[in-house]
């Protein structure tokens, strides 16, 4: 199957999920069999109690209710979900990862989810920006694999720290993946642009945008 008709399988699903109210929280977990999407602490329990396996997870959800700024609904992965990609990698290679207080158990994730809605501030009627990347190509397309690999080479926990994720996160935020701009400067340029109306970068802006979906590749939909 291939991925698109994967990904526009699953849209559906996660529409129906935000309409039950489903997804709570910051992160979440989408289960493929069960259609199903639950807060990170619940699939940890639905695993202790064998109610699930990690081969039904297919994908890891970054979900922002109320985005204050322009930048973070049209560039997620660039902008809010960071550490939610590198901990959503690092989980699917089966490490248990403890991060902010919140326990996020091994999974077999595909894909990473961002989940972003408008707020007020920005549209008096707010609209919803579902975007979704294969997190396992982007990793390995963005050297993501070989830093994880590098930080993690003979680590001899299946649990990994808050320390240790951040120090993958930053050192991949340093990357220079976006016309030459590691993902900190391209954010900064980017808030420039569309939250302080900084004309002056739209040429870079433009070809941020065509790096970004070279690189990310997302399946992006909006709705009301």
Not at 69 to 82: A, H, M, N, V
Not at 159 to 164: H, N
Request: glycine letters at 4%; hydrophobic letters at 40%.
């Amino acid at each position: 199957m291939s991925d698109n008709r994967t990904i526009t399988q699953l849209i559906p699903i996660i529409i129906d999920n935000i309409n039950q109210g489903n997804i709570k929280g910051f992160f979440s977990i989408l289960l493929e069999k069960q259609k199903q999407i639950v807060p990170v602490e619940e699939y940890c329990e639905m695993l202790k109690e064998q109610k699930v396996v990690t081969d039904n997870t297919i994908g890891f959800i970054s979900n922002m209710d109320g985005a204050l700024f322009r930048s973070e609904y049209l560039f997620p992965f660039i902008d809010y979900t960071l550490v939610g990609l590198v901990v959503a990698y690092i989980t699917s290679l089966r490490y248990t990862v403890n991060f902010r207080g919140i326990t996020f158990c091994p999974t077999n994730i595909i894909y990473s989810i961002a989940i972003v809605r408008e707020s007020l501030m920005l549209s008096q009627k707010p609209t919803t920006a579902i975007e979704i990347i294969n997190l396992q190509e982007v990793a390995h397309r963005t050297g993501l694999t070989k830093i994880v690999v590098k930080h993690l080479f003979r680590w001899d926990n299946n649990v990994v720290d808050e320390e240790k994720v951040l120090d993958i996160a930053i050192e991949f935020s340093k990357l220079p993946l976006l016309n030459g701009y590691n993902l900190d400067e391209a954010k900064k340029i980017i808030e420039d642009y569309y939250d302080h109306n900084e004309t002056k970068y739209r040429a870079e802006v433009r070809k941020i945008m065509q790096a970004y979906e070279r690189i990310f590749r997302p399946y992006r939909i909006t709705y009301t």
